[in-house]
């Protein structure tokens, strides 16, 4: 059985779009729309199903058997042997109607040949319904939604593609902790530069665009991607919030304006651009023709402070006004920071404690004992 393939060209389509994340988890195995999805494969019947509200679709309705009973999945194999559209409600929890003919509108272009695909094609552009299009010959599933068309993939694929996504991620998280400790270890030494925050970066974001193909990937296996969820977390874990730490440490401007547009700006990249260090200085606010390397930066202390698990983040931030960057905050005594509003001595001692183990769990990482 040949379900699924998620062009890849519209990949990001699928995060940028609520609509489609949905329209995947429904078809997904473990579901009970799958398992009749299968059924109906398993037959060679073929089928067209619209899944949305039959009110606001029945002007393209021409005959047809009102059922309005509840889905099953072999309910669905039953009327499926009938040449018309088969329509659920919403949630695809109650079949409507059966043997519809759909009419739409014959002027909307359509790039299919076959009759049932042509249809499905322009009723998802002339509806906002879901329309799904098996076909009876090559146990092919089309999902169409806005007039966009997805082939799912079968179960071993997808897999497949998911492990390949897991090793790649695993990768670059290795080599993302490398260049993280790096700049902990240059950044407590008041010697980072430019290029090693770009690196960081950079393959934080590497990192992430891989985990949101994998995540693709796990919503399509339904459940059968539990473990590769598993797997996913753990090799993700903290990324997210550890990029938004470095651009609140180095970004030309510490403003919510400033890290909103960052990551935006991030997120449209190419995968070209991202490989461009003086892009990246750009979405920064630094001059991208500068060369990286030459240009020292002091970090603010987001990332720092965010390590230490017993400081609320609302008192690391009134450090970090306080003081205005990590190299006064490593030098204030601890009396200097007991006098910030919320920090007293207990927890002035615990930032001293914090700062002392990160520094120190670098170095370990990075120069481990053989």
């Known amino acids: 059985m040949a379900l699924a393939s998620w062009d890849d060209t519209n990949a990001g389509l699928v995060h940028e779009d609520p609509k489609l994340l949905r329209a995947l988890d429904m078809v997904a195995p473990g579901t009970t729309l799958r ?150 270890t240059v950044e407590m030494a008041g010697a980072a530069t430019l290029h090693d925050v770009l690196t960081v970066l950079q393959r934080a974001e590497l990192l992430l665009r891989t985990s949101n193909e994998v995540e693709r990937y796990i919503i399509e296996l339904g459940a059968e991607g539990r473990m590769i969820e598993m797997q996913l977390e753990e090799t993700s874990v903290g990324v997210l919030a550890d990029r938004v730490a470095l651009i609140r440490d180095y970004a030309a401007e510490d403003t919510e304006e400033m890290l909103d547009a960052t990551l935006a700006a991030l997120s449209r990249l190419s995968h070209q651009e991202l490989l461009d260090l003086g892009r990246l200085a750009e979405l920064l606010g630094y001059d991208r023709k500068t060369n990286p390397h030459d240009l020292q930066v002091s970090a603010r202390g987001y990332r720092a402070l965010g390590r230490i698990s017993r400081l609320p983040r609302l008192v690391g931030e009134k450090v970090i006004r306080h003081f205005g960057s990590l190299e006064e905050i490593l030098a204030a005594s601890d009396d200097q920071l007991a006098a910030i509003d919320g920090v007293g001595e207990d927890r002035a001692a615990d930032i001293r404690e914090g700062l002392d183990r990160v520094r120190e769990s670098e170095i370990f990482e990075r120069y481990p004992l053989t």
Do not use: C
């Open 35 to 184: 398992e009749g999805i299968d059924n109906v494969i398993h037959a060679s019947t073929g089928a067209l199903i619209v899944i949305g509200e039959p009110e606001e679709i029945s002007f393209l309705f021409s005959g047809g058997l009102k059922l309005d009973v509840d889905y099953t999945p072999g309910l669905i194999y039953q009327v499926a042997k009938m040449d018309g559209a088969i329509v659920l409600d919403p949630e695809a929890r109650k079949i409507s109607w059966a043997n519809v003919q759909l009419m739409p509108d014959p002027t909307i272009h359509s790039s299919e040949t076959g009759t049932r695909h042509r249809t499905a094609e322009r009723v998802s552009k002339q509806t906002n319904a879901l329309v799904i299009a098996i076909s009876a010959r090559r146990d092919v599933v089309s999902i169409y939604l806005g007039g966009v068309k997805y082939i799912l993939q079968d179960i071993p694929t997808v897999l497949s593609k998911a492990n390949q996504g897991l090793a790649t991620m695993e990768k670059y998280r290795l080599r993302l902790d490398r260049v993280t400790a790096r700049l902990t």
